[in-house]
C-alpha cells in the first residue's frame, strides 16, 4: 500500500500525463498533468468517458498514436502521443500522454522547408549531393536524381553517376575532384551527362568544397549541379544571331571581316571575292520586297553549293556578297568567281508571270599577311567597281594601277580620323517647315568636312567611304552628340533636331545604349531628338532597325523612315517597325506640280501616314508650285531649297535665339506659349 502510495505521488508531479480506465474507457484516476491536456479539473474528469474527452483516444493497447486535443478556447490546437498498455490485472488500461506540439511544428517545419527547397531546386533546375569519403557513399538530392533521369530515393553511386557522364569528359570531371581533395580547394567545372531514362544529353555546372576533419582530413565534399543547358543554347543562339545574316542564314557582314582578320593574323594567305549584283533594287522595284527577299535565300543557297568546305560565303548587305577563300590563287578564284556569277545568271525570278535574270558583277583581291582587312576589302571594291563601270556582268581582279583611287579613298578615311580627332566636322541644318504658316518645325542635321584641307569631298564622297569601315559608327556617335550638346545650350523646347543613321550603325549593338545615356546625362527631353533611317537600310537590316527603333521610342524619340516609297515594297514592312513619321522620297515630289501620276503616289502615302499615324514630311521641295500641289495633297511639312537651304547650325542658332530676343523687346506683355506645331519631323 504504502508503495501504491509514493508511486501515485511521483505519478502527480511528472510534466507528462497518466491515467487509468476502466475497459471501457471510463476513467478511474488520472495526474494533472493529463487533467492540464484534457483542459478538465480532475474531480470533473474522474468517472468520464476518455474517448468522450479525447477524440482518436485509441480503445486498446497501442504505441505512440498521435492524438489532437480538444480546444474550445481559441488557442493554438495541441498535439498529443498516446500510449496505451493494459494492467495485470486485466480489468483496466493505463494511458501515457505527452505534449508533442512543439517537436510536431519543427517536423512539418522541416517537411516544408525540405518541399520549399526541393521545388527551388527543381525550378532552378538544380540540384546538391554529398559524398562521404571514407565510406564512398553519395546522398543525391531528390531534384538531383530527377535531373539525372532517375526516381526519387534511388540508389546510386558515384561511379554510378561518371557512368553517365561522356567519356571524353570524365577526366574532367576527375581532374577537378581529385585537385579539390589534394588541395582543399573550392572546385568548379562544367560537363556533359546523358539522363539515365531516356539518354538525352544535358549539360551541367557543378561547384562546391571539400570539408576537411580535426586532422585536415578530406571527410566530406558537397556539390551543386545546375543544368545550364537552355541558356548553354540560348547563348550559343545569341551568338549565332549576331554573326549571322538573318534573312539568308549566311554569315554577316561581322562575320567575315571577323575570319578575314583571322586568316591575316594567322599569317594565311587567299583571295577575296566581293560580288553585287547588277540592277537588284530593280527587282526590289518592280517585284516586291517579298520577291526580293526569297531571291535573295534562294541565291545564298545556290552560291554556297558551289562552294568547297573552308570557303566562306556571307552576305555583307543589301545585294552584296562576300567570299573569303583561303589558300586560293588568284586563277582560281577568278574561276570560282565565274562559276558564282553563272550560278547568278541561271536563276530565274518569276513573278506575275513573268520571269527576269539577274546578273553579278565581282571584284577579286588577293590577301596576305601584309596587309589589313579594311585595305583587302577596299582593294576587293574597288575591283568590283571597275566590272560595273567597265558594262556588269563580269569578273575584274585588283590591280595595283588602281593605286591612286585606293590611295584617294584611303586618304579619305585618314582625313576623316583626323576630323574626328581633331574637330574637322561640322553640322549644317536645313529647316523642315509648315507649309500652311511658313513656320519651321524642326531642323534636319546634315554631315560635312571642314578640315580646311582641298579639295573638299562632300558627303555623297566621304560617307561611303566611312560606311565600309567601322569608322562610321564614331561618325554616327559624334553627330549625335553634339546634337544633343546643342540642344543641351538650347534650352527651348521648340528647337528640334533630326539626325541620319547609317545602316552600318544599326548593327552596333551598343549605340541605342549611348544614345540613352547622352540623352539621361544631358537632361534633354527625348523628343526634341529624332533619328532617321533610310528604307533601304531599315529593309536590309530589319531586326537592326525594329531594335533600334523599340528602344529608342519608348523613352520619346521620333524615328522617321527616310527616302520612304523609293522601293514602294516596304509597305509590308510598316507594321514590323515601330516608327512615328516617314520622309517622302524626293523622286515623288520633284514633279508633283507637272501632272504627273506623282500626285496619286503622294496621296497614297498621305492615306498611309494618316491611317497608321504617322507624320509625313516631303523632300526636294524647289519650287513654289510643289509647295500648292503638296498642301492640296494634305502635306503639311516639308523641305528643301526652296523653303530653306542648309546652313551652318551655330548660324542658324544664332539667328533664332537672336529672332526670339527681338520678340521678346517688342512684346509689352509676356507671350503666350509658342503653338505647337500640328506635325512632329
Same mark, same amino acid.
Given at each position: ?14 510534466? %507528462? +500525463? *497518466?491515467?487509468?480506465?476502466?475497459? @471501457? ?71 501515457? =500522454? ?11 517545419? =522541416? ?25 564512398? #557513399? ?9 535531373? $539525372? ?82 541558356? #548553354? ?18 554569315? !554577316? ?25 547588277? !540592277? ?19 541565291? +545564298? ?6 562552294? #568547297? ?7 555583307? +548587305? ?71 563601270? !567597265? ?18 579613298? *584611303?586618304?579619305?578615311?585618314?582625313? $576623316? ?44 564622297? %566621304?560617307?561611303?567611304?566611312?560606311? #565600309? ?44 545604349? %549611348? ?25 536590309? !537590316? ?39 513619321? $516617314?520622309?517622302?522620297? @524626293? ?25 497608321? +499615324?504617322?507624320?509625313? *514630311? ?16 494634305? *502635306? ?46
Amino acid at each position: 500500500m504504502t508503495d501504491q502510495v509514493g508511486a501515485e505521488a511521483v505519478l502527480r508531479t511528472v510534466d %507528462f +500525463g *497518466v491515467a487509468v480506465t476502466d475497459l @471501457g474507457g471510463r476513467l478511474r484516476w488520472l495526474n494533472p498533468a493529463f487533467a492540464k491536456l484534457l483542459r478538465i479539473p480532475e474531480e470533473q474528469a474522474v468517472g468520464r468517458s476518455l474517448p468522450a474527452l479525447l477524440p482518436g483516444v485509441p480503445d486498446g493497447p497501442s504505441k505512440g498514436e498521435p492524438v489532437l486535443a480538444p480546444n474550445s478556447t481559441g488557442e493554438p490546437p495541441t498535439w498529443l502521443e498516446i500510449t496505451c498498455t493494459a494492467l495485470e490485472s486485466g480489468h483496466e488500461l493505463l494511458y501515457r =500522454a505527452a505534449d508533442i506540439t512543439q517537436w510536431r511544428d519543427r517536423e512539418l517545419q =522541416a517537411v516544408h522547408q525540405a518541399q520549399a527547397l526541393h521545388r527551388a531546386q527543381v525550378l532552378g533546375q538544380m540540384g546538391n549531393w554529398e559524398w562521404f569519403v571514407n565510406d564512398d #557513399r553519395v546522398l543525391w538530392s531528390e531534384a538531383l536524381l530527377e535531373m $539525372l533521369g532517375y526516381e526519387p530515393g534511388a540508389a546510386l553511386t558515384y561511379a554510378g553517376y561518371l557512368a553517365l557522364v561522356p567519356p571524353e569528359d570524365r577526366p574532367l570531371v576527375d581532374r577537378a575532384i581529385q585537385q579539390s581533395l589534394d588541395t582543399g580547394e573550392k572546385f568548379s567545372y562544367t560537363h556533359r551527362i546523358c539522363r539515365a531514362d531516356n539518354g538525352d544529353q544535358r549539360i551541367f555546372e557543378c561547384f562546391g568544397e571539400v570539408i576537411c576533419d580535426a586532422a585536415g582530413a578530406p571527410e566530406r565534399m558537397l556539390g551543386t549541379a545546375r543544368d545550364v543547358t537552355q541558356s #548553354r543554347q540560348l547563348h550559343s543562339e545569341l551568338l549565332r544571331m549576331a554573326d549571322e545574316d538573318p534573312l539568308t542564314g549566311l554569315p !554577316n557582314r561581322r562575320a567575315l571581316t571577323r575570319e578575314l582578320e583571322r586568316q591575316l593574323a594567322s599569317g594565311a594567305d587567299g583571295t577575296l571575292l566581293l560580288l553585287d549584283l547588277d !540592277n537588284f533594287k530593280d527587282v526590289n522595284d518592280l517585284r516586291g520586297h517579298a520577291v526580293g527577299d526569297r531571291v535573295m535565300r534562294t541565291l +545564298g543557297a545556290a552560291l554556297r553549293e558551289k562552294l #568547297r568546305p573552308g570557303q566562306l560565303l556571307g552576305r555583307l +548587305g543589301g545585294d552584296e556578297f562576300a567570299v573569303v577563300l583561303p589558300g586560293i590563287a588568284t586563277e582560281e578564284a577568278v574561276e570560282i568567281a565565274e562559276r558564282l556569277g553563272a550560278a547568278v545568271a541561271a536563276l530565274s525570278v518569276v513573278a506575275g508571270g513573268a520571269a527576269t535574270r539577274m546578273t553579278a558583277s565581282t571584284g577579286v583581291a588577293r590577301f596576305d599577311r601584309a596587309g589589313g582587312w579594311e585595305a583587302v576589302l577596299a582593294n576587293a571594291d574597288l575591283a568590283l567597281y571597275a566590272s560595273k563601270g !567597265n558594262g556588269r556582268n563580269r569578273v575584274t581582279v585588283y590591280d595595283p594601277a588602281h593605286y591612286a583611287d585606293t590611295a584617294k579613298r *584611303v586618304s579619305v578615311l585618314d582625313r $576623316l580620323r583626323r576630323a574626328l580627332e581633331r574637330g574637322g566636322f561640322a553640322l549644317h541644318a536645313m529647316p523642315m517647315v509648315n507649309l500652311r504658316t511658313s513656320r519651321t518645325v524642326g531642323y534636319e542635321l546634315l554631315l560635312r568636312l571642314e578640315d580646311g584641307h582641298s579639295p573638299t569631298p562632300g558627303p555623297a564622297e %566621304f560617307l561611303p567611304a566611312a560606311e #565600309r569601315s567601322n569608322l562610321v559608327h564614331d561618325i554616327d556617335r559624334w553627330v549625335l552628340g553634339e546634337a544633343i550638346d546643342q540642344l543641351v545650350q538650347n534650352p527651348d523646347p521648340m528647337l528640334r533636331f533630326n539626325v541620319n543613321v547609317s545602316g552600318r550603325t544599326l548593327e552596333d549593338e551598343d549605340f541605342a545604349a %549611348f544614345v540613352l545615356d547622352r540623352l539621361a546625362s544631358a537632361g534633354v527631353a527625348p523628343g526634341r531628338l529624332g533619328l532617321e533611317i533610310t528604307e533601304t537600310a531599315a529593309v536590309t !537590316n530589319l531586326d537592326a532597325a525594329r531594335h533600334l527603333a523599340e528602344q529608342l521610342r519608348a523613352i520619346g524619340c521620333r524615328i522617321t523612315l527616310d527616302d520612304f516609297g523609293s522601293g514602294f515594297g516596304s509597305f509590308v514592312h510598316l507594321k514590323h517597325l515601330p516608327i512615328t513619321g $516617314l520622309k517622302i522620297d @524626293g523622286e515623288f515630289v520633284r514633279g508633283i506640280d507637272t501632272g504627273s501620276r506623282d500626285g496619286v503616289l503622294v496621296t497614297g502615302i498621305m492615306e498611309i501616314a494618316r491611317g497608321l +499615324g504617322l507624320s509625313a *514630311v516631303a523632300e526636294w521641295v524647289e519650287r513654289p508650285t510643289q509647295v500648292e500641289a503638296l498642301t492640296r495633297l494634305g *502635306v503639311r511639312v516639308a523641305q528643301g531649297f526652296h523653303l530653306g537651304r542648309p546652313r551652318p547650325l551655330p548660324v542658324v542658332l544664332a539667328e533664332r535665339k537672336e529672332q526670339q530676343n527681338g520678340i521678346r523687346r517688342a512684346l509689352p506683355m509676356p507671350s503666350e506659349t509658342p503653338e505647337q506645331p500640328a506635325v512632329q519631323p
